[in-house]
């Protein structure tokens, strides 16, 4: 198979609480429109530092990751982010890569919208079993 992109919707989550309660109005949230790389191998959601900047993500943790050759690298975690995929959402945080690493969807934040890929297509889907809204397994 080869690689998959999705059209996603980064939005600060920060913003978007900091609206509900009108302390910013609606066009003051931070959000960003991108095409990502769809890794189910991957754990968590990667961004760069320049996504970083623009979305103004804070730091929350530090932590460390064994990339695909086998080196572990510490890298700032950021968040939380709210994000979207046709009529899918979740919130998750992000690695934050060097300068303009390409950015990538990873496991956790794809279970949380039920989305697959879909090997022929070579896109991402929202789960045909599931096709108007998320189900997320509890056990």
């Not at 060097?98 to 090997?119: F, K, N, Q, R, T």
Request: hydrophobic share 40%; aromatic share 6%.
């Amino acid at each position: 198979m080869g690689m998959v992109y999705a059209n996603i919707e980064l939005i600060n989550e920060d913003d978007r609480g900091l609206a509900r309660r009108n302390i910013i109005g609606q066009e003051e949230i931070k959000s960003l429109r991108l095409s990502m790389l769809v890794d189910s191998g991957a754990y968590m959601m990667a961004i760069n530092e320049t996504i970083q900047s623009q979305l103004e993500l804070p730091l929350v943790d530090k932590r460390k990751v064994q990339t695909a050759d086998s080196r572990v690298v510490e890298y700032d975690v950021v968040g939380p982010i709210f994000v979207k995929f046709a009529n899918r959402t979740a919130t998750c945080n992000a690695f934050v890569l060097p300068g303009d690493s390409e950015p990538l969807l990873g496991a956790i934040p794809m279970e949380e919208m039920d989305v697959l890929i879909h090997p022929q297509r070579q896109e991402l889907i929202v789960n045909p079993e599931h096709p108007n809204y998320a189900v997320l397994k509890m056990k």
